[in-house]
């Protein structure tokens, strides 16, 4: 079991918005520290996408955006492409644990 | 231009030991904070150990103990030396360079730490 909790799937069609959300807990997100995202193409590395929230390091395009309140935080997408396709995985820092902690990841399918 | 290139995958049998090695280049290993995670097959993340720019070094309760992160300035390389290998630790091992912000929630401040820069992996297979 993932210590930050996000959905394994969810999916739209090209053009469309979507969502995926990371639930934590008062040791981690909610109790302050930062969520980022990572996006895993299928058979690569991951690659940083949101990091501090919601800053986007140079050249993610402004479709994606990252969102946190109190224990949650959340990854949108709008303007579905097909290239979107891939994992997509929340990280932050749990002070309970004293490490860094992943959520399980959830597959983005576009239709 | 800023990489990480991972050495030193490879089969071993369980109870066997392994190094592995991540190569930097574009920045110095030494100045930053650098995390090995890795990825079982057909599953997710995993951190699993960090090492400071002031050398403090520190590991996720799956491998404390059997795992010892180090680097060599000399050659800008980090390494994890795997010892007491199971067939749980079987993965994909990404090394990847850190950054870190404070932010101060209520008056109290909160290091956020994330990987900028991965390398394209390294697979450890434990099996007999």
């Known amino acids: 079991q993932s210590v930050l909790t996000q959905p394994p799937s969810v999916s739209g069609a090209p053009g469309q918005r979507v969502t995926i959300s990371c639930t934590g807990s008062?040791?981690?997100?909610?109790?302050?520290?930062?969520v980022h995202w990572y996006q895993q193409l299928p058979g690569t590395a991951p690659k940083l996408l949101i990091y501090?929230?919601?800053n986007r390091p140079s050249g993610v395009p402004d479709r994606f955006s990252g969102s946190k309140s109190g224990t949650s935080a959340s990854l949108a997408i709008t303007g579905l492409q097909a290239d979107d396709e891939a994992d997509y995985y929340c990280?932050?820092?749990?002070?309970?644990?004293?490490?860094?902690?992943f959520g399980g990841g959830t597959k983005l399918t576009v239709l | 231009e800023v990489q990480v290139v991972e050495t030193g995958g490879g089969l071993i049998q369980p109870g066997g030991s392994l190094r592995l090695s991540c190569a930097a280049s574009?920045?110095?290993?030494?100045?930053?904070?650098m995390s090995w995670v890795r990825q079982a097959p057909g599953k997710g993340l995993e951190w699993v150990s960090v090492?400071?720019?002031?050398?403090?070094?520190f590991y996720a309760d799956s491998v404390k103990g059997r795992f010892i992160i180090s680097r060599d300035s000399s050659k800008n390389t980090l390494y994890l030396q795997m010892n007491s290998l199971r067939a749980e630790d079987t993965a994909v091992y990404y090394c990847?360079?850190?950054?870190?912000?404070?932010?101060?929630?209520?008056?109290?401040?909160?290091?956020?730490?994330?990987?900028?820069?991965w390398g394209q992996g390294t697979l450890v297979t434990v099996s007999s």
């Open positions: 990847a360079r850190e950054r870190m912000r404070m932010t101060m929630v209520q008056g109290v401040g909160r290091d956020s730490y994330w990987f900028d820069t």
């Open positions: 574009g920045f110095t290993v030494s100045s930053n904070y």
């Open positions: 090492i400071f720019s002031v050398g403090s070094t």
């Open positions: 008062s040791s981690n997100i909610g109790a302050g520290y930062d």
């Open positions: 501090g929230n919601n």
């Open positions: 990280q932050s820092y749990d002070s309970s644990l004293s490490g860094r902690v």
